[in-house]
Structures are given as structure tokens and as C-alpha cells.
């Protein structure tokens, strides 16, 4: 989509996060209704924004000597900001419905508004600063619930402080490589580069690697993701909602940004996180920890498409950030009302919900089937496009990558959906409120209308000259077919083991410790080292002040042992030899003007 139906220029110049800023000003004075009313409008009046406003630049600010492009509007900000903005009036809705307060909500909006203006700028800079914002608010947010979010809040902050350390280093090495004009963090359709080194027969980009590392924590790449899965269980339901969106959707982007022609490192990472999500997924217990699994595993789907490069691929990958957002806000939503009506996170806490809460059951299916990539539903299409990338590149393994992590899609689902609503004894289970049932009944519409008549999502990809699909074809339904019938099979067949599992060990299990251990053994080498150096520069200064307190005594134990005789007789004939001695007050001030003369000396010579 290159340009809106209804452009107005003079949008360009309103960047929207300040709607989100306005809306925090207005909570601050009104009620919570009120509150919550002005912030769902103020978050639609972002989405009407991005329909409306042309492709092009804002204004600029200059910081540090750089230029900071605050508005930069091209398909994919405003891909970015319709979904943030619509998704975010829904999770504001539903954090009102289920009793979250004005202060719950103040940081809420801190996270997306951050998370906007990070989608939005036109360059590194303006990204980073939006980044570490977002990092900053989103732990608050995590720390406002109190209990065992605190502890999972620091392991988050964490985590986003050395993700934000990285990428920030990988800008400045890139700055060193391009140069520093005020321009050159601009984004340019290059990405980052620069700085190459050959490794194992292949040019790796310093700069490129560090941002990559750092984008990958926020994305929750296999090996960096521990943070994920502690803290999106931990605070409060309607928290957890929000968190769903947009830290890792804002790094799937800040990819795109970095490789914007792919990347095959990326594109197998996301093939092996497909995998490994639905792996540790089928493991856990606990609702939100195995709605947090599937993230990662979805983000994989994500960055395999951006990391063919192709436009297909590239499409698939923004079309599928779309429509993840919606199906797994309404997977938590669904997991929130159980959470709120029961005060239960496990699956094994309590019996079988059945049909004794028909709304609930109604939003978790929808949700399931959209992730899981049943036709007709939005999942289904953006899958079938990401597939299709990568067996159309060339790239048979990864093909099979995501099928297989589509398989395990289904498996997990069938899992959630058998221990939660059939398995044990049945129970009355209290329905979704009102307001539940509207908000996340419209999340639900837009997963069943995405998945039908996909053409307006289609509209607002990119390349849309450039590519084509049919997302209703017989390979596409037979694909979606083997992978429902692999998922049948798994559950049936591991059904014995997911019994006795709860959780798994993680790789946590195994850098945890060595971080650990590691750090105190750096910490406490570190400091050895220290105090023996002091210990020696301490040592080195009294031996001055002796060798000048008494030279006669300090030259004698420099010379050869059959010099001394001769030495001493010497020294004893030697009028006045008592007078080179001084006191020790005297010695210092000596010392210390010998060394400042040498210390004078050796910086004028490197002037």
C-alpha cells in the first residue's frame, strides 16, 4: 500500500505517539472508566492515522549531533502502527473489564507508546532510544503486579539491559564504519553492516552481529528467551495481554531494518525457534508459560521469511506479525479469563471446564485454530505464504523446519485444549463477563475474517507488486492437512509423557549457573589481581622512600656480593656519609618530587 485513499500531508508532521501521550495526561486526572475510554479512543485515533496519512517524512530532531527522523512513514510503520494501535484498544478494554487500575494503565500506554515510536522513526538512533523506553516501561509494567512478578521483572530487565547494551554497540561500530555525518543512521534499505571479518570462510559483520544478537534477545532466539517464558506468566492477566504484542513484534521489525535483503543465519535461527517453542510448549503446565513458548516458535515463523529476503518471504513474515498479534492476544485473553475466574495458572489445577463455559471455550478454539493454521482462519494464510518463500527460495531444509514446527503448533493446542477443557472432573466454571465477551469476541471476529477475506491485509504488505498467492490452493490445504493429522498423532503418542511433564529443563538450566559462577569467578579473579598489583605499587613506594631515607644501605643491595667489602670500606672513609640520610618526613617529600619530575618528564616527551 503506497499511499492511503484519504492522504493529508499535515499527518506527517503529527507523530502518533503523542496521541499515547495525551491519553497518559488524561488518566492521570479522570476515573477509571473515563480513563480507559479516552485511551481506547486515543489508541484508535493511531490506527485512523496511519490509514490516512501519505508515505513520506515528518519532522526532524537533532540529538548528539545526529539528525532523528521522528516520522517516517513507508508500508511497514504503517503495517506496524495499525496493528500496535487497534490491538492495543482491545487490550486496554480488556484490562478495564478485568478490574486493572489507572496506574496499571499509565505504564501500559508508557509501553506502547515507546513501542510506536520505536515503528515509526526513520533511523538507529531514534530506534534505540525508543528500544531501551520500551525496556524501561514493559518492567515496570511487570513489577506493578507485585509478588513473583518482581523477581521475574528483574530477570526481564535484565535480560532487555544487555539485549538494548548489544545493539547499541552494533550502531556505534556501524557509525565508525559509514562514518559520523548526521545522516548516517539514517535507514537506507542497506541494514547494518560494515566491519567484515572472515570466519569459517564467510565475511560476518561485527556490527551487524552484535545488533543481531541484541535484536535476537527481544526476539527470544533459542538461547536467549529464558526471559519470556518467567515473566509473561507472572504479573497480572491483563498484563501479560499486552506483553503478548510488542516487544518481540518490535524486534521482528528492528530485523527487518537490520537485514532488509535477508539473512540465512536469521532464516534457520526462526526455522529451529518454530521447533523448539512447540517443543517446550508441549512440556509445560502452565497456561501463560506455554502461551509463551508458542511466541518464540511464531516469531520463528517471522523471521524465517524475513531472513529469505525475498518478497514473498518478507510479506509472509509481516503478514504473520499481523495476524500472531491478534490470535495470540486472544489466546491470553482466554487464558486470563480462566486465570481471573478460577485463580489457577495450571492446566492440572483444575478439572474439565467442558461446556460449563461456552464463551471461554468459543475464544480459546478461535484462537487455537489461527495459530495452529486451519483454513479459514487468519494463521492458515500467513503460514501457507512463509512456507511457500521458503520452498519457492531453494531452502528445502527450512521448508521442512516449519513444517515440522507446524506440526507441533497443533500438537500443543490439542494438549491445551484436552487438559483444560476435558480432561479431569467437570466443574461450573463462571463465563466471561460482559465486556470480555465483546472485546475479545471482536479479536476473535478479526482472526475469522483475516483467515476469509484476507484481501485488505494483503493490501497493506509489501512488494505487492512482486509477489502473488493463492492461499486456498489444493498444495496449501494439503500442507494445513499432514500438519493437523502430524499433531493428532503426536498428542496421541506422547500423551503418556506430556502427563509427567511440567516445564522441562530449559537452557537456563545450564547458562544460569555458569553466568553465575562465571561472574564470581571473573569478579574474584579480578579483584586478586587488583590487590596484588596494589600490593606491589604499595611495596614499590616504600622502597623508595627507604632507598632515599638511606641510599647507602639501598646501593648495597643492588651490588655483587664481592663488591660489598670494598663498598663498605669506601663508604666508611667517605666524610659527611651521615649526612645523606634524612628524616622520614623529608624522604617522602623527596620521593614525591622525584616522581613528579619523572611523571613531568614522560608527558612532555609524548607531547
Given at each position: 500500500m503506497s499511499a492511503p485513499l484519504f492522504g493529508v500531508d499535515a499527518l506527517l508532521s503529527v507523530p502518533p505517539f503523542l496521541f499515547v501521550v495525551a491519553a497518559v495526561v488524561l488518566v492521570a486526572l479522570l476515573p477509571r472508566r473515563e480513563a480507559h475510554l479516552v485511551t481506547v479512543l486515543a489508541l484508535l485515533g493511531t490506527v485512523a492515522w496511519a490509514l490516512l496519512v501519505p508515505d513520506g517524512t515528518g519532522p526532524t530532531v537533532t540529538f548528539l549531533g545526529f539528525e532523528v527522523i521522528v516520522v517516517d512513514v513507508s508500508v511497514f510503520s504503517r503495517l506496524m502502527v495499525i496493528i500496535f494501535g487497534a490491538f492495543g484498544a482491545a487490550a486496554v478494554g480488556y484490562a478495564y473489564f478485568a478490574g486493572a487500575s489507572n496506574r496499571h494503565l499509565m505504564w501500559g500506554l508508557g509501553?506502547?507508546?515507546?513501542?510506536?515510536?520505536?515503528?515509526?522513526?526513520?533511523?538507529?538512533?531514534?530506534?534505540?532510544?525508543?528500544?531501551?523506553?520500551?525496556?524501561?516501561?514493559?518492567?515496570?509494567?511487570?513489577?506493578?503486579?507485585?509478588?513473583?512478578?518482581?523477581?521475574?521483572?528483574?530477570?526481564?530487565?535484565?535480560?532487555?539491559?544487555?539485549?538494548?547494551?548489544?545493539?547499541?554497540?552494533?550502531?556505534?561500530?556501524?557509525?565508525?564504519?559509514?562514518?559520523p555525518e548526521p545522516t548516517a543512521l539514517h535507514f537506507d534499505g542497506n541494514g547494518i553492516g560494515g566491519m567484515e571479518v572472515a570466519a569459517a570462510g564467510l565475511a560476518i559483520s561485527i556490527p551487524a552481529a552484535l545488533a543481531g544478537v541484541g535484536i535476537g534477545v527481544n526476539a527470544a532466539v533459542i538461547g536467549l528467551h529464558n526471559w519470556m517464558p518467567d515473566t509473561y506468566p507472572a504479573p497480572h492477566a491483563a498484563t501479560s495481554v499486552f506483553l503478548a504484542c510488542y516487544t518481540t513484534k518490535t524486534a521482528v521489525y528492528a530485523a527487518y531494518r537490520a537485514f532488509p535483503e535477508g539473512n540465512l543465519i536469521l532464516a534457520y535461527a526462526g526455522g529451529a525457534m518454530t521447533i523448539y517453542g512447540a517443543a517446550y510448549a508441549l512440556a509445560q503446565k502452565d497456561m501463560r508459560r506455554l502461551l509463551s513458548y508458542h511466541i518464540q516458535g511464531q516469531v520463528g515463523f517471522m523471521l524465517a521469511g524475513i531472513g529469505v529476503g525475498s518478497a514473498l518471504g518478507v510479506a509472509g513474515g509481516f503478514a504473520h506479525l499481523f495476524n500472531h498479534i491478534l490470535y495470540k492476544g486472544l489466546l491470553f485473553m482466554a487464558a486470563g479469563i480462566i486465570i481471573l475466574q478460577l485463580d489457577k495458572n495450571k492446566l492440572d489445577e483444575f478439572g474439565a471446564i467442558?461446556?460449563?463455559?461456552?464463551?471461554?471455550?468459543?475464544?480459546?478454539?478461535?484462537?487455537?485454530?489461527?495459530?495452529?493454521?486451519?483454513?479459514?482462519?487468519?494463521?492458515?494464510?500467513?503460514?501457507?505464504?512463509?512456507?511457500?518463500?521458503?520452498e519457492y527460495g531453494g531452502h528445502e531444509p527450512l521448508f521442512w523446519l516449519l513444517l515440522v514446527g507446524g506440526v507441533g503448533t497443533y500438537a500443543s493446542f490439542i494438549k491445551f485444549g484436552y487438559y483444560g477443557f476435558l480432561d479431569g472432573e467437570r466443574f461450573q466454571m463462571p463465563d466471561a463477563n460482559l465486556g470480555q465477551t465483546v472485546v475479545a469476541g471482536a479479536v476473535a471476529a478479526a482472526c475469522v475474517v483475516f483467515g476469509l477475506a484476507y484481501q485488505p491485509l494483503f493490501a497493506l504488505l509489501p512488494f505487492t507488486d512482486q509477489w502473488s498467492t493463492d492461499p486456498y490452493s489444493s498444495a496449501h490445504l494439503l500442507k494445513a492437512t499432514g500438519m493437523g493429522v502430524g499433531g493428532?498423532?503426536?498428542?496421541?503418542?506422547?500423551?503418556?509423557?506430556?502427563?509427567?511433564?511440567?516445564?522441562?529443563?530449559d537452557v537456563d538450566r545450564l547458562h544460569d549457573p555458569a553466568a553465575f559462577y562465571g561472574t564470581r569467578a571473573l569478579s574474584g579473579g579480578l579483584g586478586?589481581?587488583?590487590?596484588?598489583?596494589?600490593?606491589?605499587?604499595?611495596?614499590?613506594?616504600?622502597?623508595?622512600?627507604?632507598?632515599?631515607?638511606?641510599?647507602?644501605?639501598?646501593?648495597?643491595?643492588?651490588?655483587?656480593?664481592?663488591?660489598?667489602?670494598?663498598?663498605?670500606?669506601?663508604l666508611a672513609s667517605t666524610p659527611g656519609k651521615t649526612g645523606a640520610k634524612l628524616g622520614i618526613g623529608r624522604t617522602i617529600y623527596v620521593a614525591t618530587g622525584l616522581l613528579t619530575i619523572v611523571l613531568a618528564v614522560a608527558l612532555f616527551i609524548d607531547i
Open positions: 509501553y506502547v507508546g515507546a513501542s510506536l515510536w520505536t515503528v515509526v522513526v526513520g533511523d538507529w538512533l531514534g530506534l534505540i532510544v525508543g528500544w531501551e523506553i520500551m525496556a524501561i516501561a514493559s518492567t515496570v509494567f511487570v513489577w506493578l503486579s507485585g509478588g513473583k512478578a518482581i523477581r521475574a521483572g528483574f530477570r526481564y530487565a535484565l535480560a532487555h539491559g544487555i539485549g538494548g547494551s548489544l545493539l547499541l554497540a552494533g550502531i556505534v561500530l556501524y557509525l565508525f564504519a559509514v562514518g467442558g461446556t460449563s463455559a461456552p464463551i471461554a471455550l468459543g475464544l480459546f478454539l478461535i484462537g487455537a485454530l489461527s495459530i495452529s493454521g486451519v483454513p479459514g482462519f487468519n494463521g492458515f494464510v500467513s503460514k501457507g505464504m512463509l512456507t511457500d518463500a521458503a493428532i498423532v503426536v498428542f496421541v503418542i506422547g500423551k503418556p509423557i506430556f502427563d509427567r511433564l511440567h516445564g522441562g529443563k586478586g589481581f587488583y590487590n596484588r598489583v596494589g600490593d606491589a605499587v604499595i611495596g614499590a613506594g616504600w622502597a623508595l622512600v627507604d632507598a632515599v631515607h638511606d641510599p647507602g644501605t639501598a646501593i648495597r643491595t643492588v651490588l655483587p656480593a664481592g663488591w660489598r667489602d670494598r663498598y663498605d670500606r669506601r
